[in-house]
């Protein structure tokens, strides 16, 4: 059974850093995405983020958000999600879920196994 689960959430001042991780364990076969979403209080959940395992390709929803990088490490199955100068706005919980399936990571639609999350406030 794939398991999939996020950590790295916490308290931190505006300014601060946090790096989330996402360990993907429980499966047999070689390729596979990962994405980073969040949801913001009262807001929908939306994506952020994503890598391949096998190419290390990465995308970023918000192309001009300098302030967060994805990057994996294959031998740990862990993906990480660095953010930089966090604001306020940037509190939400922090999911992170896999994909086995689809040819790119960038099918934010498509990922089908979820950590429970984790969550982030950035105080003012």
């Known amino acids: 059974e794939v398991q999939v689960v996020e950590s790295g959430g916490g308290l931190v001042q505006a300014g601060g850093s946090l790096r989330l991780s996402c360990v993907v364990s429980g499966f047999t076969w070689g390729d596979y995405h990962v994405a980073w979403f969040r949801q913001p209080p009262g807001k929908e959940r939306k994506g952020i983020s994503c890598i391949s395992s096998a190419t290390k390709f990465t995308h970023y929803v918000d192309s001009e958000n300098d302030r967060i990088a994805i990057s994996i490490d294959n031998a740990k199955n862990t993906v990480y999600l660095q953010m930089n100068n966090l604001k306020p706005e940037d509190t939400a919980v922090y999911f992170c879920?896999?994909?086995?399936?689809?040819?790119?990571?960038?099918?934010?639609?498509?990922?089908?196994?979820w950590g429970r999350g984790t969550q982030v406030t950035v105080a003012s």
């Open positions: 879920a896999a994909d086995f399936i689809s040819p790119r990571c960038t099918h934010y639609d498509r990922y089908d196994h």
